[in-house]
């Protein structure tokens, strides 16, 4: 048997000596899954034992770690806009450049906040549950084609004790009626592929990653029928791959939308584009 403390100064040597790309924090997220304790518990028991199978248990996701597997797919949680969220495989992992479509919807409706909001493509309800949470007198709806992920969307909204999602199986807009809405935010599927990326997404599930056309397919899918779903001046909003806002751009004015925009990432990329009806 090993102590935390031991394992900790084990496996930090160790990670050096095969140069595998693990952080203490890394280490601590594992034990605090383990366990079922936080950090702070973490930090004050140096002195707990681990057992055999414990210890045997911390060596399967280290190996899985260091074959690529995110993180977030062991500890099956991933923070996105201060809240939790339950992941697995049939769900992408929120990521921080997604927060800045909440910021940009933020900053588009500062005078008069979206009643009706659809999400295309929920997944695992991360955008549909934040804007819930930051508009809660509005109504969101969230869709997605997989029956698994809109189960993980179900349980988060739960987790974050959020009431005012609804959750609906659908192609797009295929199991819509005569909806309108205010705001329509969808991070499609956008990567062509034959992308170099998609070997570091590997463990992720392609249906949510891949699209035809060079990744633009479902931008194209989208807009066209979104009109008829909008309100007269409703809005939108995309997040789109790295090089795709002058591809993404032209979708819109080729739909006759107006006063299109986009905004950068945190990395300087640009990553969101939206349009008005």
């Known amino acids: ?68 597997k995110p993180m977030a797919y062991i500890t099956e949680e991933k923070e ?51 804007l819930a949470s930051i508009y809660p007198n509005s109504d969101v709806l969230a869709i997605d084609q997989s029956v698994e992920a809109l189960a993980v969307a179900k349980h988060n909204s739960k987790l974050n004790q959020v009431n005012n999602v609804t959750f609906k199986q659908s192609d797009w807009f295929g199991a819509l009626n005569s909806s309108q809405f205010n705001l329509i935010i969808s991070n499609p599927p956008y ?29 194209i ?6 009109k008829d779903f909008l309100v007269d001046g409703g809005l939108l909003i995309f997040e789109h791959g790295w090089q795709q806002r002058e591809q993404v751009q032209n979708i819109f004015k080729n739909a006759g939308f107006q006063n299109i925009g986009s905004r950068k990432d945190f990395a300087g990329n640009d990553r969101v584009t939206f349009a008005y009806k």
Do not use: C
């Open 80 to 130: 996105f806009w201060n809240l939790i969220f339950k992941v697995n495989s049939h769900t992408l992992i929120p990521r921080p450049d997604s927060e800045i479509l909440i910021e940009t919807v933020i900053e588009l409706h500062t005078n008069k906040p979206p009643q009706q909001i659809l999400d295309l493509g929920t997944g695992s309800g991360a955008l549909a549950i934040v």
């Open 221 to 226: 899918r989208i807009t066209a029928r979104a």
């Open 191 to 219: 990567i062509a592929a034959n992308d170099s990326h998609m070997e570091a997404l590997r463990h992720e599930p392609i249906d949510a990653l891949v699209a035809d056309q060079n990744g633009l397919e479902n931008y």
């Open 1 to 68: 048997m090993q102590t935390i403390e031991v394992w900790l100064k084990n496996q930090k040597q160790r990670t050096q000596l095969d140069e595998i790309n693990l952080t203490n924090h890394d280490l601590q997220l594992l034990l605090e899954h383990l366990l079922g304790k936080n950090r702070a518990w973490i930090y004050t028991h140096p002195e707990y034992q681990l057992t055999p199978t414990q210890i045997d248990q911390l060596t399967i996701w280290l190996k899985a770690l260091q074959k690529g």
